[in-house]
């Protein structure tokens, strides 16, 4: 028997409240669905990024305007279905189960991927059963019909008894129909559907009634969920104690429920799908898939495809960048040269010739590298292929207390540790989430790259093995998979003390292979320069100006030592150029500086690092990519020769007349940047996600302690 559950009056208070006030709309949908997108496009610049009350993950709001109506938009996380596991997952649950304290949305907006529909309309039809206002927004059907995919839209109204759109965020297409049938379904014009989508009563036909006799007005489905969760609820202690003596009186068991349920739910999908849905041949697409599978999540030959795909991403961000950042290079150093004599000589030229201009070049060089990493992790990501690796590597990530989950935020984590820390919280079990939080920064992210190619044009040779493979991008590849390894060894140790037992599961809906959209590339390619240029860039320029100031001045009597020195070695008649050269070696050392620097310099000498690479050291804790602004500040400081930063710091000396940047100090050197914690962001966030200072502490000193006594022994062995 099928239960027809009463309106209720359930659109009533949200009419009596458009006549005084904004109403609240909720997205919510799958993960990747196109959500994020739709909120943009519906909200504009009108948004706003905090938490959610007690727990780290992002609430995004915003303000849009739908037809007559003010509306505040919100954001959920993504979600497969009502059975929440993640700390994101529980956010979305609680909120559309009426049980958030801040947020109370009047009607929810599902967006549904039209190119997934099967799967999507899972939980779509679960928030349906609900009996809230809802209107679905299809998104991705420009996919759909490339798939050959062709829905019927009035009939899938029809099916599911609620307002469906089709939208295309990107294009800015449907929008305003989905604001029409938005506002017309706040004022009543749709109604809740009266029927359920499947027959909840029949799961659990005496603990839902004896739970609605309790309790008048929830629907069936939402009794079974209160029976299930009935801890994550709101209830007072009677009323928690009534719903577990119904469960055991019902003998409500929640796995045989949850299981019945979602096999009732595909069966009346495909009932659905067969009436408002027709689909090429789905065996042929599924054989296509299933053949490049196999090859390419074979057992050995596919892991032999990753490391290639890998070792293509580096070459290619050599070899593809190599020429820009020789024009960005030679024009800032052509632009320093004729400003240095177009100026008249003074502190005001040296400060905009060594401190300003010298930090934006340190900036702009790497713009083409970033780009270049970041298109190419796109197209990745676009062809279904970062999903594979994945699957790949869940294997390997279990022989060291890790599952195939880590695996993305640890790839994430060769763009920025912080975002990809943040990503961890997909990570069900605590245990594996706390293992890729600490192993996640030794993975090379791009803030490295700078010191890495800076380093490796100093001292690794710009040559090609058989004429096609550069020798500088096989180094890059090893600095990577150092990091790699090393991460995969401290998990296996830090699992081995970390004594949290929680069972773990790895479940992976495999994307299906598909053209990358080339149109998307750009955009991407553009928006991570233009984060490392005004976020980056403006710690680099701080920082490059402080530094100026660092090594122009200094405590006067040391200052005025240096200058007696100099006037000394002109009188002695010392050629010109030589008193010039050693009284700017000299001031340098005397300055803020250089003090500064040789106050650790005994502490990193035995790495191979002199004064000034202790500075770099120091000021590359805001972020590494500042190392590079740092030497070329301290470089140019007083120069009067090259504006090129590799030929200043090759033509570096130390006291002895030995060169600074030898193979063993810049291996040395970038050994210690592939281990080292340099990122302040990053133990702030750790701390964040941990909330407890413990682990940002325990991050801090393996990782500095690994990135000293590694360094320290590859240049033993080198020197």
């Known amino acids: 028997m099928i239960r027809f559950a009463p ?30 997108s739709l909120f943009n496009c519906l909200t504009g610049l009108q948004q706003k990024v905090g938490n ?12 849009a305007t739908i037809g007559s109506l003010s509306a505040e938009m919100i954001d ?78 009035p009939a899938l109204e029809r099916e599911l008894g609620v307002a469906v759109v089709a939208v295309d965020a990107r294009k800015r297409k449907g929008i305003q129909e989905l604001k029409k049938a938005i506002e017309l379904t706040l004022q009543g014009a749709y109604k809740v559907p009266a029927r359920d989508f499947i027959d909840n009563y029949s799961l659990a036909p005496i603990a839902i009634q004896k739970l609605k006799e309790t309790l008048s007005d929830i629907s069936d489905y939402k009794a079974i969920h209160l029976l299930t969760h009935q801890r994550s609820f709101q209830l007072p202690e009677q009323a928690r104690q009534q719903i577990e003596s119904i469960e055991k009186e019902g003998r409500f068991n929640p796995t045989k429920t949850q299981a019945e349920e979602i096999l009732q739910r595909y069966a009346r999908i495909r009932q659905v799908m067969q009436q408002a849905v027709s689909e090429p041949d789905p065996l042929q697409r599924t054989l296509r898939t299933e053949k490049l599978d196999a090859v390419l999540l074979h057992r050995r030959w596919g892991y032999l495809i990753l490391l290639t795909v890998l070792f293509l991403l580096f070459q290619s961000v050599f070899l593809l960048a190599q020429y820009p950042m020789d024009w960005i290079e030679m024009a800032f150093g052509q632009l320093g040269g004729w400003l240095g004599e177009q100026l008249p000589a003074g502190k005001a030229n040296d400060l905009l010739v060594n401190g300003v201009l010298a930090g934006l070049g340190g900036i702009l060089i790497f713009v083409p590298q970033i780009m270049i990493l970041f298109g190419i992790i796109t197209l990745l990501e676009d062809s279904g292929y970062m999903a594979r690796i994945s699957f790949l590597s869940d294997r390997l990530m279990r022989s060291v207390g890790l599952n195939g989950k880590s695996v993305m935020p640890m790839i994430s984590g060769f763009a920025c540790a912080v975002p990809a820390i943040m990503s961890a919280r997909n990570i069900e079990n605590r245990k594996e989430r ?181 500075v770099a050291l120091i000021t590359s804790f805001a972020a590494r990519e500042v190392f590079v602004g740092t030497m070329a500040t301290l470089y140019s400081v007083g120069d009067e020769g090259s504006h090129l930063l590799n030929e200043k710091m090759k033509a570096a000396l130390r006291p002895d007349g030995t060169p600074v940047f030898t193979l063993a100090t810049g291996l040395s050197l970038m050994i210690f940047y592939v281990f080292a914690m340099q990122c302040m962001s990053t133990l702030a966030v750790v701390k964040r996600e941990t909330k407890s200072w413990k682990w940002p502490v325990i991050q801090l000193v393996y990782m500095t302690s690994l990135a000293y006594l590694l360094s320290w022994a590859c240049y033993l062995l080198f020197r």
């Open 52 to 63: 959610f009350p007690g727990v780290t993950v992002d609430k995004k709001s915003g303000a």
């Open 434 to 614: 706390l293992l890729t939080i600490l192993i996640t920064p030794l993975m090379s992210c791009s803030a490295r790259l700078p010191v890495y190619t800076t380093i490796t044009g100093l001292i690794i040779p710009n040559t090609y093995l058989f004429g096609f493979l550069s020798l500088q991008g096989l180094v890059l590849l090893a600095l990577y998979l150092m990091g790699i390894i090393m991460a995969m060894v401290v998990s296996y140790v830090a699992n081995l003390f970390i004594r949290i037992q929680e069972k773990s599961f790895f479940i992976l809906e495999l994307p299906a292979y598909r053209a990358p959209r080339w149109a998307n590339i750009v955009p991407t390619m553009i928006s991570k320069a233009k984060i490392f240029v005004l976020d980056a860039g403006k710690v680099i320029m701080i920082i490059s100006l402080i530094l100026w100031g660092l090594s122009s001045f200094g405590p006067a009597d040391t200052m005025q030592k240096a200058q007696l020195q100099f006037e000394s070695a002109q009188r002695s008649g010392i050629p010109p150029d030589q008193a010039e050269r050693e009284y700017q070696t000299a001031k340098l050392e005397n300055s803020y500086a250089g003090l500064l620097g040789k106050t650790i310099e005994p502490a990193i000498a035995p790495l191979g690092f002199d004064w000034k690479i202790g």
């Open 7 to 36: 309106q209720c009056l359930l659109l009533q208070p949200i009419i009596n409240k458009l006549s005084h006030s904004g109403v609240h709309i909720a997205l919510v949908g799958n993960p990747n669905s196109g959500k994020s």
């Open 76 to 153: 959920l996380p993504g979600t497969y279905s009502l059975y929440p596991r993640r700390l994101d997952e529980w956010v979305t649950y609680r909120v559309v189960m009426k049980e958030d304290e801040e947020i109370d949305p009047d009607l929810l907006v599902v967006v549904v991927d039209a190119s997934n529909l099967k799967r999507n309309l899972l939980f779509c039809t679960q928030l349906l059963d609900l009996k809230q206002p809802v209107v679905v927004a299809l998104t991705m059907m420009d996919l759909a019909r490339q798939r050959g995919i062709k829905i019927d839209i």
